[in-house]
């Protein structure tokens, strides 16, 4: 009788890449939105939760991002969602305006958030 003694390791990477279009005055770096993470799979336009530095604000996903070489902070979805109306209409007003989307989102986030 042969033992033979298998093992596999496996390793599941479940964590989603974010851009999050965060709704306060942000200085950003390289003018590149922030990028976030989630074991959830959020679609453009979801309401989130999110740190940024000591406070936590509301944000809006933008964008599917892919994974970055440094560490990311964790989003909360609040149950909310934009339209893709809504979302497309925040970036065509950034675009016009020549801002960033961050500038322009609180816009479309309820108040009630």
């Known amino acids: 009788m042969i033992k033979l003694k298998v093992s596999f390791q496996v390793i599941i990477n479940d964590m989603n890449y974010y851009q999050v279009a965060i709704s306060a005055k942000l200085k950003l770096i ?18 989130v939760s999110a740190n940024y530095g000591r406070k936590k604000l509301v944000g809006v996903v933008v964008d599917k991002s892919a994974k970055p070489k440094f560490e990311t902070k964790a989003l909360l ?9 809504s979302l497309s209409l925040a970036k065509k ?21």
Not at 39 to 46: H, I
Not at 77 to 85: D, I, M, Q, S, T
Not at 94 to 104: E, F, K, P, R
């Open 77 to 85: 979805p609040l149950g909310f969602k934009l339209n893709k109306n």
């Open 30 to 47: 390289n003018g590149e939105l922030p990028i976030y993470h989630c074991s959830d799979v959020l679609p453009a336009g979801q309401i």
């Open 93 to 113: 007003i950034a675009s016009y305006y020549g801002c960033s989307i961050h500038q322009v989102i609180n816009l479309f986030i309820p108040a009630s958030i």
